[in-house]
């Protein structure tokens, strides 16, 4: 049956119930509007709060860092000539550079041909690097010293790469420090090939076995060949080593970049300069300042929103959202005690930001007294550093700090180390001659071997061939192919070859020490073993140290010490270079205002914070409000439903009402009439 509302009687149903429904639910939904408001306000009051920690601590980078107050600036009076860079361990002064001679790496050319395609001959390229005794002028090759920490670029030249086009790829595949092109001159075209490294010890030395027999000519390969027997290359550029004076003290360098003149300085030599360049050092107050400005900023910007959001206007009666909050209370309370609390440095200097110009004003916010805090760091640069970062100071000088955790606890920690940390090593057979008048040969039989230095393969190592007659250069030989290899080179591994008489036999150890050092033999030629005492094999693995700090066995990865958790060191990092047993004396661990306020606001914004969890809890509320008008609305279309099944109900009644009244109207006015009409 279809209803339609209102026919019946003329009544608006649909305005009666909404008007009723309205009236019943007013109170309902004003509770919950009010409710909802009050948690968004401080939802969305706590969320700004937070965000407001988050870029304070922000501006704590620069103050809680170390690296800020220990960087040097070095500036260079013509950087056109000279650049330069400090680093912490600089030490402020002041230098006159003369630059003399740029270093440069050499380049040869072949003979020219008419293609590129054209073939050549075949056999064998071997191209070494070194020190070249030879006059360009007079095209005399007096000798050439083998560079040992580079590795010899061999290359078989077949039907497959014996064009001027084939070698160019061979070489350059290789990716042996050489890079070869092709340059036409004009009557024809010629392989140029240009040493990766510049210095006199990065020159070339190209001998060749030429297919045809002869390796000195010009036919064939040996056109090629560029050694004491043929010239048959042009050198087009000599290798030279950068000559400069630094305060009148005459330095050489094989490269351009000179980092180990003056400690903590490097420069980049970038042309002749006949007039001298001054360079100086200097402490990065300039930085330091910056910023503590920063931190002074930030803190200013926080204190001014966690101000207005607690603020209240007698005038209007209105409180902000977090006017007595229990929780912003504190926060203020934890970062305000560590701003005006001192730090537990030893000594009788500083403690406290006043000391340093940094006061608190009327309001709230930070000051900085710009002539106080540039006297205090000059006067004790070290100490301002204390003051803002997290600082450990070993009384050993074989102790290191490297750093800590916001676990760690300030105090005085004893170091006691039980035993040393032990390199990995490899020992050979014992199968090598005394060289008393003995000698090793090494060829095609032997020359090749593949090594893992603390898990990284070398990739496939060439020794140079030849007779070696004493044990330490034939040490020395393997060591330099073995720190040449650019697998072990780019991972920052080497290792120390040594011979031992007693044994007749060769040592391989690691550069580094600990658990993961070790020395493996992976693959090698038929005749390695035998000659050389180099099988495939593991070698001995090495050993973490073993210390106590405080009384506590530390973590160990080789001689690098971590306090053990759940300690109050723990955390703690530190360096252990000493070859010495027992007590290392004490490490005394504070933490300065920077770095204190970094571990606060890490514990203020983590994930299991209580600020964090205020919020997740009125976020679960404002949704569970939600839910409840959810409810409430299911509800209320349950009452519109039996209000207007109800009206419907009195509509109808009401429509069969007015039926029977017009009817009645109807009966009564027939009767009239015809009263009417019989009188």
């Not at 510049?198 to 190209?206: E, I, N, P």
């Not at 910007?301 to 206007?313: E, G, P, R």
């Not at 493996?520 to 210390?547: E, H, K, R, S, Y």
């Amino acid at each position: 049956m279809i209803t339609a509302s209102g026919l019946g009687s003329g009544l608006d149903i649909q305005g009666l119930v909404d008007s009723l429904v309205a009236a019943e639910r007013s109170g309902s939904d004003l509770r919950l509007n009010r409710e909802s408001a009050k948690l968004q306000s401080k939802f969305s009051a706590l969320g700004s709060l937070k965000g407001a920690l988050s870029n304070f601590q922000s501006s704590l980078g620069g103050i809680s860092s170390l690296a800020t107050f220990t960087a040097n600036n070095a500036t260079s009076s013509k950087s056109s000539a000279l650049s330069v860079s400090a680093d912490s361990s600089a030490q402020e002064g002041n230098y006159s550079f003369s630059i003399n001679q740029l270093a440069q790496s050499q380049s040869l050319a072949s003979l020219g041909v008419a293609e590129t395609d054209t073939a050549l001959g075949t056999g064998s390229l071997t191209i070494s690097f070194g020190t070249t005794d030879y006059d360009s002028g007079s095209d005399i090759y007096n000798g050439f010293v083998q560079n040992t920490e580079k590795s010899s670029l061999i290359l078989n030249i077949d039907s497959s790469n014996n064009t001027l086009e084939g070698i160019m790829r061979a070489i350059n595949q290789a990716e042996a420090g050489v890079k070869a092109s092709i340059v036409f001159d004009g009557s024809g075209h010629r392989l140029l090939l240009s040493s990766d490294d510049t210095g006199v010890a990065s020159s070339m030395q190209v001998t060749v076995a030429d297919g045809d027999g002869n390796n000195t000519d010009q036919s064939g390969l040996s056109f090629l060949a560029f050694n004491a027997s043929a010239t048959n290359l042009e050198q087009t550029v000599a290798a030279q080593d950068a000559s400069l004076t630094i305060n009148g003290l005459t330095i050489s360098s094989a490269s351009n970049t000179v980092d180990d003149a003056i400690q903590g300085l490097s420069f980049t030599l970038k042309e002749v300069s006949a007039e001298p360049v001054q360079v100086a050092v200097q402490p990065n107050t300039a930085g330091v300042k910056s910023a503590v400005e920063t931190f002074v900023d930030g803190y200013n910007d926080f204190i001014k929103i966690a101000n207005n959001l607690s603020a209240y206007d007698p005038e209007t009666r209105r409180a902000a959202a977090l006017v007595g909050d229990f929780t912003l209370r504190s926060v203020e309370t934890q970062i305000g005690g560590i701003l005006r609390g001192a730090v537990a440095i030893p000594g009788e200097s500083f403690r406290s930001l006043a000391e340093l110009g940094i006061t608190t004003t009327a309001d709230g916010t930070l000051t900085l007294n710009d002539a106080k805090f540039d006297a205090a760091l000059g006067d004790d640069p070290q100490r301002v550093a204390q003051m803002f970062t997290s600082f450990g100071v070993a009384s050993d000088v074989g102790v290191s700090y490297l750093g800590s955790s916001d676990m760690t606890a300030a105090g005085v920690y004893n170091v006691n180390v039980t035993a040393l940390a032990e390199a990995g090593f490899y020992t050979g057979s014992s199968v090598l001659p005394s060289f008393s008048g003995n000698s090793v040969l090494i060829d095609s039989d032997n020359d090749s071997l593949t090594v893992s230095i603390d898990g990284i393969e070398s990739g496939s190592i060439n020794l140079t061939q030849g007779v070696y007659g004493t044990g330490e250069d034939l040490a020395a030989e393997v060591q330099a192919r073995i720190n040449a290899a650019s697998p072990l080179a780019n991972a920052g591994l080497s290792v120390l070859v040594t011979y031992n008489s007693s044994t007749a036999s060769l040592s391989i150890t690691s550069d580094t020490v600990g658990s993961a050092s070790r020395v493996d033999i992976v693959a090698a030629d038929n005749a390695t073993a035998a000659t050389l005492g180099l099988a495939v094999g593991a070698g001995t693995q090495g050993a973490d140290m073993v210390a106590l700090i405080n009384g506590v066995q530390a973590d160990a990865i080789g001689n690098i010490l971590e306090g053990a958790e759940g300690t109050d060191v723990e955390g703690l990092r530190l360096e252990v270079n000493t070859a010495t047993l027992g007590s290392l004396g004490s490490v005394t661990f504070t933490r300065g205002v920077g770095a204190s306020l970094n571990v606060l606001m890490d514990q203020l914004l983590g994930v299991e914070s209580s600020l964090n969890d205020r919020i997740e809890s009125l976020d679960n509320r404002i949704d569970s409000i939600e839910e409840r008008r959810s409810q409430l609305e299911l509800r209320w279309e349950a009452v519109r439903a039996r209000y207007t099944s109800q009206f419907n109900g009195l509509d109808s009644l009401l429509g069969q009402l007015q039926g029977t009244s017009q009817f009645l109207e109807q009966q009564l006015n027939g009767l009239i009439q015809l009263n009417r009409t019989n009188s």
